[in-house]
């Protein structure tokens, strides 16, 4: 027991110093005995940490599924049961990890997409997959985001709910569809998109490792200008 406190103290130091990524690689030779501290880490009072431990899961994991897939799939079964309202917990960052792991594993990505796809869809047939909670389906929102940086081909089935998604109350979730739309390319976002350039909402987002502020409608540009290769007209 004191060796996994101790373990765990080890890795919550690693990711809230500044030369994290250098211990990203022995967190993935740690494999499964980093895994306990990772979910641990998901719930830190940092943002920074939380972020950070999204990465750090997608190495650690996927080199599980290199070397024993059931073991990485046990991990993921474990994402989406706490994010089962039977679970008694609230899944906080499992959307997140799930899409890091899946941009770092093909084995895992082609049998889990479907699931943090599943997360923005709203299927009365199907009410145990929607993410009701803003926070949790913004979470899920980045994790499509983040699958269409790596697996564009995977995450374009979202186009429908990113859609919707860019209407959505949250800002969180406007301005994370948005980024989505624009790392997808889809032309059919555009109406909404131009609508939203003038959108101050604030928000932060997380990638390239790093975690920024920015607005909706800064995003929105920003997908705008990918989709057509130019930048909005000012009005």
């Known amino acids: 027991m004191a060796r996994g406190r101790e373990l765990k103290r080890r890795i919550r130091d690693l990711l809230a110093g500044d030369g994290w990524e250098d211990g990203l690689t022995g967190l993935a030779e740690l494999g499964q005995a980093a895994v306990a501290p990772l979910f641990s880490a998901l719930c830190s009072s940092s943002p920074l940490v939380r972020w950070r431990a999204v990465t750090a899961f997608g190495l650690v994991v996927a080199a599980l599924a290199a070397r024993t897939p059931e073991k990485a799939r046990v991990v993921m079964r474990r994402f989406i049961w706490s994010l089962n309202d039977e679970s008694g917990g609230i899944g906080w960052g499992a959307p997140e990890a799930m899409a890091e792991i899946m941009t770092q594993s093909p084995l895992v990505a082609a049998e889990y997409h479907n699931h943090v796809l599943a997360?923005?869809?709203?299927?009365?047939?199907?009410?145990?997959?929607?993410?009701?909670?803003?926070?949790?389906?913004?979470?899920?929102?980045?994790?499509?985001?983040?699958?269409?940086?790596?697996?564009?081909?995977?995450?374009?089935?979202?186009?429908?709910?990113?859609?919707?998604?860019?209407?959505?109350?949250?800002?969180?979730?406007?301005?994370?569809?948005?980024?989505?739309?624009g790392l997808l390319g889809l032309t059919s976002?555009?109406?909404?998109?131009?609508?939203?350039?003038?959108?101050?909402?604030?928000?932060?987002?997380?990638?390239?490792?790093?975690?920024?502020?920015?607005?909706?409608?800064?995003?929105?540009?920003?997908?705008?200008?990918?989709?057509?290769?130019?930048?909005?007209?000012?009005?």
């Open 119 to 181: 997360y923005i869809h709203e299927d009365h047939c199907r009410p145990d997959c929607y993410l009701e909670h803003a926070p949790l389906r913004r979470g899920a929102v980045w994790g499509v985001a983040r699958l269409a940086q790596a697996r564009p081909d995977l995450a374009g089935a979202a186009e429908p709910d990113l859609l919707c998604a860019l209407g959505d109350c949250d800002a969180g979730i406007r301005g994370l569809a948005a980024w989505a739309c």
């Open 189 to 235: 976002a555009l109406p909404q998109l131009e609508a939203m350039t003038t959108d101050a909402s604030a928000l932060e987002i997380y990638r390239d490792r790093a975690l920024a502020e920015t607005s909706v409608g800064a995003l929105a540009t920003e997908a705008i200008t990918r989709i057509t290769g130019s930048s909005p007209a000012l009005n």
